[in-house]
């Protein structure tokens, strides 16, 4: 199935049923009164997040979604039934924004998150609620309030603990078929990668952490250049940043460069994307006889003062220490939260 992580919806909440205007008229009950109920509330639209599913595909063609409305109010004193809330299930990861302002109204990052997106109209009141002392026979009554309406902007970020990113052709598909069981498409060409893949990477029995490989970005991605900038946001919640980058381009462009502009780039995209940790990882070593040297002249000429590898995807060399140290970096940063977690306990 084609990977859907964008859908456009309409959603409207149930009108709240109108109140009723009616008396008691029944044998043997004299001054029977006012006996008109209120009118139910109308239903609400709640999204859901579900584990099970993990694509946007059903709203891409179901684009408009109704609760249902609530009852009218009826006499003696019978109030209306409320409508239903209608609940959309989404896949975990799933932001919903106000399509007109972008305004983010629910962020679903755990399996059972609800969000209410539109909430149902009140019922209107039955002459009921108007009797007084001096007001006996009130035909007083209000209507049901319409539901709220929206239209919405459902975006999927996959859930993964480590993002890599880079050039198209760099190996970054390469790289996670070498560490993990997932099997993207491989060629030599750009822009293989149309979607974008995830694989679990495991270092040991008991553990492993998620990968997500997202296609090929390049200079101007966060204007909308190339296709990577649509999936630019599924990094937003990884924890790392693995950036491959090719040691031995086809075209003979200075490799440097291409750091320094996708740097920019995710500058560009989200100030909060491109302050997350990055390491680079020199791939292709296999292809260049000199791969350490010339890795460490880039190193250089960067001033790159974070962690560094060179690996070959294509052979798997390298590879294991770089998930290796991946992984130590992922329980490092988990470490605080489980303290503090224990001492609220």
């Not at 099970?52 to 709203?59: F, G, K, R, W």
């Not at 859930?159 to 390469?174: C, F, H, Q, R, Y």
Request: hydrophobic residues 40%; positive net charge; contains cysteine.
């Amino acid at each position: 199935m084609k990977f859907i992580d964008e859908a456009r919806i309409t959603v409207h909440a149930g009108k709240g049923g109108d109140g009723c205007a009616a008396f008691r008229r029944e044998k043997y009950v004299p001054r029977g009164g006012p006996a008109g109920g209120d009118g139910g509330r109308g239903g609400s639209v709640w999204l859901l997040a579900d584990e099970n599913l993990n694509t946007l595909v059903d709203y891409r063609y179901a684009r408009v979604h109704r609760a249902e409305d609530g009852e009218n109010g009826r006499g003696a004193d019978q109030y209306g039934r409320a409508g239903r809330d209608l609940v959309l299930r989404v896949p975990v990861g799933t932001v919903a924004r106000e399509a007109a302002t972008g305004e983010i109204l629910a962020d679903l990052d755990r399996d059972g998150a609800r969000a209410l997106v539109a909430r149902g109209g009140r019922g209107g009141l039955g002459n009921l609620r108007f009797k007084s002392s001096v007001n006996r026979a009130p035909r007083q009554f209000t209507r049901g309030e319409p539901g709220e309406s929206r239209e919405l902007l459902l975006e999927l970020r996959l859930l993964a603990d480590v993002g890599l990113l880079g050039l198209p052709n760099a190996g970054k598909s390469t790289f996670l078929r070498a560490v993990s069981g997932a099997r993207p498409k491989v060629a030599d060409y750009p822009f293989t990668t149309l979607d974008p893949s995830l694989g679990v990477v495991r270092v040991g029995p008991d553990a492993s952490f998620v990968l997500a490989d997202i296609p090929g970005l390049i200079e101007g991605a966060a204007e909308g250049a190339g296709l990577g900038h649509q999936f630019l946001r599924h990094l937003a919640r990884t924890k790392l940043l693995l950036h491959l980058v090719d040691l031995a381009p086809a075209d003979g462009a200075d490799p440097a460069n291409g750091v320094r502009a996708l740097a920019a780039e995710l500058r560009k995209y989200d100030p909060a994307l491109g302050r997350k940790p990055r390491w680079l990882v020199f791939n292709k070593a296999d292809a260049v006889p000199d791969a350490d040297a010339r890795a460490r002249a880039l190193v250089r000429r960067l001033r790159w003062n974070r962690p560094w590898f060179v690996v070959s995807a294509l052979t798997g060399s390298g590879c294991r220490e770089v998930c290796a140290a991946a992984h130590r970096f992922l329980a490092a940063a988990r470490a605080p939260r489980r303290r503090e977690v224990r001492r609220a306990a």
